[in-house]
Every structure is written in C-alpha cells, then in structure tokens.
C-alpha cells in the first residue's frame, strides 16, 4: 500500500476557490473523495491514465480533476465553493485504468491519503 500525499486544503468563503494537490506515482485511474462526519465517503472526481474523467452531480461544472504527469501530481480545482463543500477531502489511486468512475466500491481502492480539510463559510 502506498500513501499518498494532500495538500491545498483550507477555509474559504462561499464563492471562492481552492485547488488540492495529491502527489503520487503514475497509476491507471486516480480519484478525490470527501466525507463529512456522520456520512458516507463519496466519490466527488475521478481520472484515468488516458484523461477520461467523471465527476459526481454536485460538483459538475464547478469542479475539474486533472493530473500533471511531469510532475507527479494529481489536482482538484474547487471554484464556486459552497458550504456543502465542506469535507475531509481525500485522493485515492489504483493501479487498473479500468473501471475507473466515482462509483467503483471504496475497497478497489488501494491507496489512499491521509485526508485535507475544506471549510467553505457562509
């Protein structure tokens, strides 16, 4: 099991914007999911290794996973935050590119971060 790696995490006004970085290796699929206490892990973002992505209902059009493979690094960028926003936000890897979507079970998930804060204010 790898760890992997969060920063970017932060308090910020409802409307303003913050971007989360994951530092890892090169993995087929990679993914952001967040937790509230009390509620389930969700799946918020996710990649694959050819660029394809999804994203969850609630953050579409507001949120954008990318990847910078030079740099080893995986990125969430959060505009137009809300305080529904607020989480425990982690990124997760896995090695298999295939399935690679927010509703993949937690357990296909082998690596995970140890979690960033987002505390969006009203």
């Known amino acids: 099991q790898v760890q992997l790696v969060e920063s970017g995490g932060g308090s910020v006004q409802a409307g303003g914007s913050l971007r989360l970085a994951c530092a890892a290796s090169?993995?087929?699929?990679m993914g952001w999911f967040r937790q509230v206490p009390g509620k389930e892990r969700e799946g918020v973002a996710t990649i694959r290794l050819d660029g394809t992505t999804t994203y969850s209902d609630s953050v579409k059009g507001r949120f954008t996973i990318s990847k910078d493979n030079a740099k080893n690094t995986l990125y969430l960028q959060m505009n137009s935050l809300t305080p529904e926003d607020t989480a425990m936000y982690y990124c997760?890897?896995?090695?298999?590119?295939?399935?690679?979507?927010?509703?993949?079970?937690?357990?296909?998930?082998?690596?995970w971060g140890q979690g960033t804060q987002v505390t969006v204010s009203s």
């Open positions: 090169r993995y087929g699929c």
């Open positions: 997760a890897a896995r090695i298999y590119a295939y399935p690679c979507t927010i509703w993949i079970e937690r357990g296909a998930w082998p690596d």
